[in-house]
């Protein structure tokens, strides 16, 4: 089954038209920071195959690769579209990005500061979307919500949006803006898959009623759920091999899952369990990129989708 791309909103929250697809930049920009990272010249058929296909939505962080996924990404995008209404652009704010006590976070002093420098090094006028990363503990939320506000308000940044954090949180951040007549959160960028589902519990409802958009990462929990139980070692990929993170999230208990996950693409007659992870996530709105291996291909053929609560999926 093939996935329509189209045209749809992100969220009830705004007006923002997004393709059903979106292209997470994470991995394109610096290989000496991850051995599975891509340089720009091995970046872009895959970007490239992405803009052919009608992906218009691309989103990014100013502390992946230390700016160099910012960069890659600005120059790929500029070269590939005639015209920068054509696409969406996301980017990442709260993690350092520099040794200054004050490069970090999301004070307003970060902030105005880091909104800057990822203008310069994507180079462009504006972000479609402006995320927190995380929430700082060391920030209060009013404070932050009034720089993200300016921002808006400076034409830097057309929406903003938040990542990872409690329900309660994010929820807190929405009142202090809905009651200062300031610029609201449209989208929530969680981790989200089939091994982690615990944004089912509070986050997805909550995003649900305040009409927020929902773009999950890791659909596949960084490729874990997409190797089978007698998978050799000496057969992993790049990334499988060196990427602890995914060690540390999930792990042999996962597996029952992939058996379950194979099960039904071989019921459905899909060409691999990636069509099942990725369409159980994908929505009437906004579904997942295909995941690709390093030489550009297609990890899988076609995308199921189903209802559920996904709004976008960045792999």
Known sequence: MELEIGVVRAGDASGLKVSRLCLGMMSFGDTSRRQWHLREDEAEPIVGQAVEASVTFFDTADMYDGGASEEVTGRLLAKLFSRRDEYVLSTKVYYPTGPAQNDRGLSRKHLLSAINASLKRLGTDYVDLYQVHRWDDETPIEETMTAL???????????????????????????????????????????????????????????????????????????????????????????????????????????????????????????????????????????????????????????????????????
């Not at 898959?193 to 958009?213: K, Q």
């Not at 874990?224 to 990427?243: F, G, I, K, Q, Y």
Request: glycine share 6%; aromatic share 6%; net charge neutral.
């Open 149 to 315: 506000h300016d921002i808006v308000r400076a034409g830097k940044a057309r929406y903003i949006g938040a990542s990872s954090m409690y329900a309660w949180q994010f929820a807190k951040a929405d009142s202090i803006a809905r009651a200062a007549g300031q610029t609201r959160f449209v989208s929530m960028q969680n981790h989200y898959n089939l091994a982690y589902r615990e944004e089912e519990r509070e986050m997805i409802p909550l995003c649900r009623d305040l009409d927020v958009g929902i773009n999950p990462y890791s659909p596949l929990a960084r490729g874990s759920l997409t190797r089978p139980r007698n998978h050799e070692r000496d057969a992993r990929t790049v990334r499988a091999a060196n990427d602890p993170l995914a060690e540390s999230r999930y792990g042999d208990g996962d597996l029952d899952i992939v058996d379950a996950v194979t099960a039904v693409a071989e019921e459905r007659h899909l060409p691999s369990p990636n069509t099942v992870l990725l369409g159980e996530l994908g929505a009437r709105r906004p579904a997942p990129v295909p995941p690709r291996n390093r030489n550009g291909r297609d990890a899988s053929s076609g995308i199921p989708t189903y209802e559920h609560h996904a709004d976008c999926i960045i792999p």
